[in-house]
């Protein structure tokens, strides 16, 4: 199976500061590698994701990045503003039989401080 | 393009009791996922169905278990309900074959 290590688990930054939330994993088969914000009493939004054959992806404000050598990928938030505060989780897949069981990390609780 | 919705929204149960779940994934999806996220954790993988079968199965026991229809909407029972089973119960949809996972607002129950 899939191990996902999610660092920091709260960070709190002030508005318009970066904010960089780190995931480690173990199966080197993994190749897809989501990032979900989930609001209080919400559902897991997805807001980025990245595959194994880049190695950065942007969005706006938000990145990701990938190292399979490392088997290490982030996620940058840059100009955080308060709407950014929520629970962040990042996750790796197990997959078989064309199925794609996500294990997730235990999610970063950022704070933007107005 | 309806996204992903799950029933009820809320749930109290006591022990020992049992409980249905109910998800309808979004529109052109044909496979269902369950997780289970309890109190500051993050989702835990409970099984996945596709053509009404399961998939893939986590660690989890046999009093959960599932069901998919003909219209791909599925439903997550769990029998003998523990104190701890109380969580929140996600379902997310997807494409078979593909990676992307949509995720429903969630069933939050509570076992007393």
């Known amino acids: 199976g899939e191990n996902v290590e999610q660092h920091p688990s709260t960070l709190s930054v002030q508005e318009g500061d970066s904010a960089v939330i780190k995931c480690t994993y173990s199966?080197?088969?993994?190749?897809?590698f989501p990032w979900y914000k989930q609001e209080l009493g919400k559902r897991p939004q997805l807001i980025i994701d990245i595959r194994s054959n880049v190695g950065e992806k942007k969005d706006q404000r938000i990145a990701v990045t990938l190292n399979k050598t490392a088997k290490h990928f982030s996620l940058h938030i840059t100009e955080t503003q308060p709407e950014d505060s929520a629970v962040y989780f990042c996750?790796?897949?197990?997959?078989?039989?064309?199925?794609?069981?996500?294990?997730f990390g235990k999610g970063t609780k950022l704070s933007v401080i107005p | 393009d309806a996204g992903v919705t799950q029933s009820p929204t809320h749930l109290i149960k006591t022990r020992g009791q049992q409980v249905t779940l109910r998800c309808s994934p979004k529109s052109g999806h044909d496979t269902v996922s369950w997780y289970q996220q309890a109190l500051g954790q993050g989702p835990q993988f409970i099984f996945q169905y596709y053509e009404e079968e399961e998939r893939q199965r986590g660690n989890f026991p046999d009093r959960f278990s599932g069901h998919q229809f003909p219209n791909y909407s599925s439903e997550l029972n769990v029998n003998a309900l523990l104190l701890g089973d109380s969580a929140l119960y996600l379902c997310?949809?997807?494409?078979?074959?593909?990676?992307?996972?949509?995720f429903g607002p969630g069933t939050r129950l509570t076992v007393l």
């Open positions: 996750a790796a897949p197990y997959s078989g039989a064309g199925s794609y069981q996500l294990t």
């Open positions: 199966d080197s088969a993994s190749n897809y």
């Open positions: 997310a949809s997807s494409l078979t074959g593909t990676d992307t996972q949509y």
